[in-house]
């Protein structure tokens, strides 16, 4: 069957905050600016837009109101504005109120937010606008011209569990394009493939994420206050692990909470799906969901290295924006908004270049002068180290983000962390447990049994992901399961069982006890934390058929 | 009057429409019931006795097409004036019903998982929002409204039947209304199993352990007369083929009996079968959700106690 090409002027890869800023933003530029409208195109992997986006959310309305100043009379999904402010450190039983707000987590004036409606509304404006949306297509790799990006090849569609081709098979379309966008969110796969062909990472701090595992709850009338926003540290994780929880409390008795984990914890038996469940048994959360009913899970990884780790963001036709640059203040925990504004900036770039005719990096890298002259660089430079000193633990974490408020970053150097998977321990290394002796049997993993009320093991949560794809289709997890079978669960006890917040992974043992990985591929949540935390980097994860995933309604 | 479309292929009737038979008789209110069977043939015999029961003989139904159908029922209505036509919701009535409506200009109360009252005054519920609401629904107007009973909602075996009478053939022409040729049927190269339309289900899950143990439940299985099915373990690693496969991922069912080999219950399993008249549940592990929605359950190795049912099964059928 012969593949299909689309020619467009500007591809956006990725229908999020950024691509569909970008997307309006190129649409705006085409009205105001005159000359010939470009011809946009943009793909999004999920059925329908928004089904794939997942996020706490609070909103800092700067980028948004740059964008689409009438966003309100537009009817922007705004769901409540910040109202009442908590801050805890949480130990076992307590939680301790911090006296005062620290100033970066002080949200008055920003929007609680479902991120999944966000983005449908912002499809609608992108729509409205007349741009051409393609929902259901995942970009499957990225066409190359020597060092130049000349476009993206969509998956095929209809292929076998075996690769062979069922009678629905069509080949994936190549769509071509002067200029590439990529917004393909947190660890996107063809950003990690633009890195590392064009070695786009040269130079910069290795990337960090962590992982947030989040539930949508309907909670009994009058439990807490919409509008009402409280931050955790502390329990259930130790000094050493990076992250805290989130409650935010919604209209409708619907609140929004979740645990960020930092995927560079040491703990080879550490599971932050049982931190989650731990977090959710603590008094005050416990206390909040009594009586309430579980409406949606969702789990997402996100980028948190902050702006020494933003790779090179311009190649020759393409650019970056978005999650998949690492636009994301940790210390805020905001990044829809940069995601937005590196989406405006990247879309005026590229206008720009095609009215010039000049589409090669040199033409493009105005983009990097627009983004250190935005309120990018303004907020993201002076924490730029906040994440590395979380990687020393808690408390020097806490100092230095406080002294790099202080100074506003000014006097401090650049602080630098390894990749966060080489911060995993062995068994023996961690526990002192030699796992290659036959009596050796893993430390307990913290985990308590769940009760199907307050909490649920992961395939039942999987089942309130909404997750679906066709069974019969090629696993999209690429393991080299030779490490599975030899030095992994002696080595880790085969950690990929435990960050996996869909029960993807699964060891499974014959007879005589030799270890075998079942990928249950069609629970994937497209949460892309198995690619970045797996210490021997040997899964890769690939986007399956378009349309398949998450469905992430209100998340 | 209430006219029930009864569906047939090759001569054989499709169980789910005594489902369809079931709720009208539910809904009539000492009113008559005309069944319609496009195509007549054998089947009417089987209906005679649950209402009147209607045929149209005409060689553009021997197989179906949208177009002889819609023209088909149409035509029905137009000469039997009901006020209600109902109809088991199968892929066939979601392909024809809208059409059907459509050319009626008759409201279509689509997927019907139960109704209020009886004779006019009757209400239809319907989920909505893949089933997280339920609607309560009265059509208007005054033509007749198309009802479809979603399969496994109504008992077939709550059919009563009157004094059989000979069926009656109604002329309705259908050479002018057909646009379509039908292809020799898709045989597909292993027969696909459509487990919605299995009276008994054998289910087994992981606690099978291997590949080589399910003969265990097809014993069970050929004993009891029963499909084999399984979670989704199962046909992921190639053990049973995929269409096998009951659960959120696979097909959705609701047999009379239901039998549970080994399955823990895994919410995207019960999606598919909590619909069972009556569930059988052999787990090891007392605490597995399975045991929550089972009428019966055997906390125990089902490689003991399985075998022994079949046995018994076997002994009791001679």
């Given at each position: ?187 996107g796969n063809l950003t990690k493939q633009l890195r590392r062909d064009l070695a786009l990472g040269q130079g910069r701090e290795p990337e960090q994420f962590a992982i947030g595992l989040k539930e949508l709850w309907e909670v009994p009338e009058g439990r807490i206050e919409t509008g009402t926003v409280m931050h955790t540290l502390g329990h259930p994780l130790r000094h050493e692990e990076f992250g805290g929880g989130f409650i935010y409390a919604l209209p409708d008795r619907l609140l929004s909470l979740g645990l960020v984990v930092g995927l560079d914890y040491h703990d080879p038996l550490f599971d932050p799906h049982v931190a989650f469940n731990r977090f959710k048994r603590h008094p005050l959360l416990a206390r909040l969901l009594d009586g309430a009913r579980l409406v949606r899970y969702g789990a997402k990884a996100l980028p948190e290295g902050g702006w020494n780790t933003v790779p090179r963001v311009y190649a020759d036709g393409a650019l970056i924006a978005g999650d998949a640059g690492s636009f994301v203040n940790s210390v805020r925990l905001k990044g829809i908004h940069l995601a937005m504004r590196t989406g405006m900036l990247a879309a005026e770039t590229a206008f720009e270049a095609l009215q010039r005719g000049d589409t090669s990096a040199a033409g493009l890298s105005s983009y990097q002068q627009r983004l250190e002259a935005s309120p990018v660089r303004t907020e993201l430079e002076p924490v730029r180290s906040v994440h590395q000193a979380f990687s020393h633990g808690l408390v020097p974490g806490l100092l230095f983000a406080g002294a790099a408020m202080l100074t506003r970053g000014h006097w401090l150097g650049n602080l630098h962390s390894a990749s966060g998977h080489t911060h995993m321990r062995t068994l023996r ?127 | ?318």
């Amino acid at each position: 069957m012969e593949r299909e090409t689309l020619d467009v002027d500007v591809l956006i890869v990725g229908g999020g905050p950024a691509g569909l800023a970008a997307a309006i933003r190129l649409s705006q530029l085409a009205k105001t600016r005159g000359g010939d409208a470009p011809s946009i195109a943009v793909i999004e992997k999920a059925r329908e837009a928004g089904a794939h986006l997942l996020s706490g959310a609070v909103l800092d309305l700067s980028a948004l109101a740059e964008l689409l100043p009438d966003y309100r009379a537009l009817g922007a999904p705004l769901l409540a504005m910040v109202g009442r402010e908590r801050v805890y450190f949480l130990t076992e039983h307590r939680a301790l109120r911090a006296p005062l707000i620290p100033p970066p987590l002080a949200n008055h004036g920003n929007a609680l937010v479902s991120l999944n409606q966000l983005g449908r509304w912002l499809a609608a404006q992108a729509e409205a606008a007349g741009i051409d949306l393609f929902t259901g297509f995942a970009g499957q790799q990225v066409l190359l011209d020597g060092q130049r990006v000349i476009g993206v090849r969509a998956g095929d569609r209809g292929r076998g569990k075996h690769g062979e081709e069922k009678a629905t098979f069509e080949p994936g379309v190549d769509i071509h394009a002067k200029v590439t966008i990529f917004c393909d969110g947190v660890r996107g796969n063809l950003t990690k493939q633009l890195r590392r062909d064009l070695a786009l990472g040269q130079g910069r701090e290795p990337e960090q994420f962590a992982i947030g595992l989040k539930e949508l709850w309907e909670v009994p009338e009058g439990r807490i206050e919409t509008g009402t926003v409280m931050h955790t540290l502390g329990h259930p994780l130790r000094h050493e692990e990076f992250g805290g929880g989130f409650i935010y409390a919604l209209p409708d008795r619907l609140l929004s909470l979740g645990l960020v984990v930092g995927l560079d914890y040491h703990d080879p038996l550490f599971d932050p799906h049982v931190a989650f469940n731990r977090f959710k048994r603590h008094p005050l959360l416990a206390r909040l969901l009594d009586g309430a009913r579980l409406v949606r899970y969702g789990a997402k990884a996100l980028p948190e290295g902050g702006w020494n780790t933003v790779p090179r963001v311009y190649a020759d036709g393409a650019l970056i924006a978005g999650d998949a640059g690492s636009f994301v203040n940790s210390v805020r925990l905001k990044g829809i908004h940069l995601a937005m504004r590196t989406g405006m900036l990247a879309a005026e770039t590229a206008f720009e270049a095609l009215q010039r005719g000049d589409t090669s990096a040199a033409g493009l890298s105005s983009y990097q002068q627009r983004l250190e002259a935005s309120p990018v660089r303004t907020e993201l430079e002076p924490v730029r180290s906040v994440h590395q000193a979380f990687s020393h633990g808690l408390v020097p974490g806490l100092l230095f983000a406080g002294a790099a408020m202080l100074t506003r970053g000014h006097w401090l150097g650049n602080l630098h962390s390894a990749s966060g998977h080489t911060h995993m321990r062995t068994l023996r290394w961690y526990y002192g447990i030699d796992m290659a002796s036959p009596t050796a049997t893993p430390a307990a993993t913290r985990a308590v049994p769940p009760d199907r009320v307050l909490t649920f093991d992961k395939v039942t949560n999987v089942h309130f992901a909404g997750t679906a794809h066709d069974e019969d289709q090629p696993a999209h997890l690429l393991v080299h399961t030779e490490v599975c079978t030899s030095i992994c669960g002696t080595e880790y006890g085969h950690p990929c069982t435990r960050f996996c917040p869909a029960n993807v992974y699964e060891i499974l043992r014959d007879a005589s006890g030799a270890p075998r990985l079942q990928i249950n591929a069609s629970n994937c949540v497209h949460c892309k934390t198995c690619d970045i935390m797996d210490p021997y980097g040997v899964i890769t994860w690939v986007p399956p058929e378009g349309g398949g995933g998450p469905q992430y309604t209100g998340m | 009057m209430i006219l029930v479309v009864a569906e047939q292929r090759a001569g054989a009737l499709n169980r789910a429409s005594w489902e369809a038979v079931a709720c009208a008789q539910q809904l009539a209110a000492g009113e008559p019931i005309a069944i319609l069977l496009p195509g007549g043939g054998d089947a009417a015999t089987a209906l005679a006795g649950a209402g009147e029961v209607l045929t149209i003989e005409d060689s553009a139904l021997a197989s179906y097409t949208p177009d002889a159908q819609v023209a088909a029922v149409a035509g029905a209505i137009a000469q039997t004036s009901p006020r209600l036509v109902v109809m088991a919701h199968t892929y066939q009535a979601r392909d024809y019903a809208p059409r059907l409506a459509a050319r009626l200009r008759a409201p279509l109360v689509a997927d019907v998982v139960g109704v209020k009252g009886t004779g006019a005054g009757a209400t239809f519920l319907r989920p909505m929002f893949q089933g997280k609401l339920v609607a309560e629904v009265a059509p208007q107007g005054d033509g007749p409204a198309i009802v479809t009973c979603q399969i496994g909602a109504f008992r077939a075996d709550a059919v009563t039947k009157g004094t059989p009478a000979a069926a009656r053939a109604l002329s309705v022409p259908l050479e002018a209304a057909s646009r379509q040729t039908v292809e020799p049927p898709f045989q597909e190269a292993r027969q696909a199993v459509d487990l919605g339309q299995a009276e008994r289900i054998v289910a087994v899950g992981r606690g099978i352990k291997a590949q080589d143990q399910i003969a265990v439940a097809e014993k069970l299985a050929a004993a009891m007369g029963a499909e084999i099915a399984a979670s989704r373990p199962i046909c992921d690693n190639g053990w049973l083929p995929m269409d096998r496969q009951v659960g959120s991922s696979g097909q959705t069912v609701a047999p009379k009996l239901y039998v549970a080999l080994g399955i823990s219950g895994a919410i995207q399993h019960l999606v598919g079968m909590k619909g069972s008249r009556t569930i059988v549940a052999i787990n090891k592990d007392a605490d597995a959700p399975i045991f929550e929605v089972a009428d019966y359950g055997i906390v125990g190795d089902l490689f003991d106690i399985v075998p022994a049912m079949t046995a018994e099964i076997e002994k009791q059928s001679h």
